[in-house]
C-alpha cells in the first residue's frame, strides 16, 4: 500500500508540476519583466541583467530564510495564476460553446450573424464595385460581371450564403456545404 501511495504522490507532483506550476511561472515570470522593463524599455536586456544583478545583491537575497520564501512565494503564485488561467479558460469555453436560447448563447449568436452579416456585405459590396468598374472597361458589361462572380464562387471553401439556423442551434453560423467543393463532388 505504502509503494502505491508513494506512486500516486509522485504523479501527482508530476502534474501539479506541468499542469500548474510551469504555465503559471512563465506567466509570473512574463509579468515580472513587462512590470520592471515597462513598454518604452521593452526589448532592453541591459536593464533586466542590471535588475537581476542589483537583486542577487542585496543583502537579504544571501539569507536561506528569505531564499526559501522568496522560492514558496513564486511557486505558490505560479500556481495560483495556472489555477486562475485554467478555470477562466473552461468559464469562457463553456460560456462560448453554451447552445441554448438563454441569453450568454443568444448574446454570442446574435453577435457573430451580425458580424458574419457585416463582413458578408462589405465582401458583396466590394465585389460588385470590383465588378463594376471591371464592366466599365469591356464592351459587354453584364458579361464581366457575371464572369467574375462566377470566378469567385468557384474558389474552394468560399461560402456565399450566410448562416441559417435558429439562434443557438448548431447551424446558426456553419458555412453551408457545396457539393462543388467537397472532396467527394
Known amino acids: 500500500m505504502n509503494a502505491f501511495l508513494g506512486e500516486l504522490g509522485k504523479k501527482l507532483a508530476e502534474r501539479w508540476l506541468t499542469l500548474l506550476v510551469l504555465p503559471g511561472l512563465l506567466y509570473l515570470s512574463v509579468l515580472t519583466v513587462a512590470a520592471i522593463l515597462g513598454q518604452h524599455h521593452a526589448t532592453d536586456v541591459g536593464m533586466l541583467r542590471a535588475w537581476v544583478d542589483t537583486a542577487a545583491a542585496a543583502p537579504a537575497s544571501s539569507s536561506p530564510a528569505v531564499v526559501l520564501a522568496g522560492a514558496i512565494g513564486i511557486l505558490s ?20 460553446t453554451t447552445p441554448g436560447r438563454r441569453a450568454p448563447a443568444r448574446w454570442l449568436t446574435r453577435w457573430r450573424r451580425d458580424r458574419w452579416n457585416r463582413a458578408y456585405a462589405t465582401v458583396r459590396t466590394t465585389l460588385e464595385d470590383l465588378a463594376t468598374a471591371r464592366a466599365d472597361t469591356t464592351p459587354n458589361p453584364s458579361l464581366a460581371s457575371r464572369g467574375w462572380m462566377r470566378r469567385w464562387r468557384r474558389v474552394p471553401g468560399f461560402a456565399w450564403s450566410p448562416p441559417t439556423g435558429r439562434p443557438g442551434s448548431e447551424t446558426a453560423c456553419a458555412p453551408p456545404t457545396n457539393a462543388s467543393t467537397s472532396p467527394t463532388g
Open 77 to 96: 503564485g505560479a500556481a495560483g495564476a495556472g489555477l486562475a488561467a485554467t478555470a477562466l479558460g473552461q468559464l469562457i469555453q463553456q460560456v462560448w
